[in-house]
């Protein structure tokens, strides 16, 4: 029977009876909590599982995560003991951990990442080609290391995301296809939907300011100003924004409709929970993969929907997997003015 086995200081763990195991590229780091509970009578031996150290979670003999165990919590008396255990990807050290005072002038998002992932062990995987160089990087005050390269990321309009095996992957959201759709009344035992309209506005506004030319003798010109409507907010809702650089026309324009996509996707979320963790096929569930939807419920018939986050569970109610799923526009970044450079000095 499939199963799930944490591996850690070369033994391997099973016979869980209940977990969460969440991946997502809405986090950069999977994480996972295993729970169980055994008679003991006239033992004293026990799991010794150390905290903090590097562990893999499989599940059916696929690796979902590579990282560490950040907590093991176990509660027992003379007869039995239940045991904890929590962890995350190696990539959750990028998140805790601050990023050094460097600044990196003429420097590429891929290799900067590579410079500041290499003390912790992690790996870059560059999918998407981020090697153009920035005129500066360097982290604000108390910034994290992933908080960082998150700016940077969105500059260059790309995704940053863990593959299971304590990488750092630069992606972007995802073409594959599901095997399985997700269909009503067939493989969706039940579904809830977060539909939040607070950051939805009906029309969108950006100002900001272009470099100057040669009849402006190199001063900034004057405010360039791109629009952009959704005629699916019925209300008056005006929302306007400010650039943070200096941009041209074109790109005010592209800035403004990627925000009212961005926004608009990310209003619209249902999560879909299915029996067990594979498709048909045989194939896990994954995030970043793009499933057709039939739900009549949310009078969806067949569109593409991308798999934001995924939880596969066993509980008392057996073994299932919840899939978030959201339009694809949720995560179809658009890149970004690059920050004034600053003085390399400290």
């Known amino acids: 029977m499939p199963e799930v086995r944490l591996a850690v200081d070369g033994t391997e763990w099973g016979g869980w009876q209940s977990y969460r195991i969440n991946l997502g590229m809405q986090q950069l780091a999977g994480s996972f909590e295993l729970r169980l509970t055994e008679r003991w009578a006239g033992q004293d031996s026990r799991r010794a599982l150390r905290f903090g150290a590097p562990c893999t979670l499989h599940y059916d003999g696929e690796l979902l995560i590579t990282g560490y165990l950040d907590n093991v919590a176990p509660t027992y008396n003379g007869q039995d003991h239940s045991l904890m255990v929590a962890g995350r990807d190696k990539t959750a050290d990028l998140v805790d951990c601050s990023a050094p005072a460097t600044q990196w002038i003429g420097r590429s998002l891929a290799a900067v990442a590579r410079e500041l992932c290499a ?18 990087l360097k982290p604000n005050d108390g910034e994290t290391v992933f908080e960082m390269l998150d700016q940077a990321a969105r500059i260059r309009g790309v995704l940053l995301i863990t593959d299971g095996r304590g990488n750092l992957v630069i992606t ?29 506005f009906s029309s969108y506004s950006l100002k900001g300011q272009q470099p100057g030319d040669d009849w402006l003798s190199g001063e900034t010109a004057a405010a360039v100003l791109a629009k952009a409507s959704d005629s699916r907010i019925k209300r008056h809702r005006p929302l306007t924004l400010i650039a943070d650089a200096p941009l041209d026309a074109a790109g005010a324009r592209d800035r403004v409709i990627w925000e009212r996509n961005v926004r608009w ?70 890149e970004q003015p690059e920050p004034e450079a600053t003085d390399a000095s400290w």
């Open 172 to 200: 972007r959201a995802g073409t594959e296809r599901a095997n399985d759709a997700l269909r009503l009344g067939d493989n969706i035992l039940s579904a809830s939907g977060n539909f939040d309209l607070r950051d939805v």
């Open 265 to 334: 996707g990310r209003s619209q979320s249902v999560t879909y929970s299915v029996q067990g963790h594979r498709q048909r096929n045989g194939a896990l569930w994954r995030p970043n993969m793009l499933a057709p939807v039939f739900d009549a419920y949310q009078f969806l018939d067949g569109e593409e929907r991308l798999i934001t986050d995924l939880t596969y569970i066993l509980d008392e109610q057996g073994e299932r997997s919840d899939l978030t799923v959201m339009p694809r526009e949720a995560f179809d970044l658009v």
């Open 119 to 136: 003390p912790f062990g992690i790996a870059v995987i560059d999918l998407a080609g981020a090697n153009a160089p920035f005129r500066s």
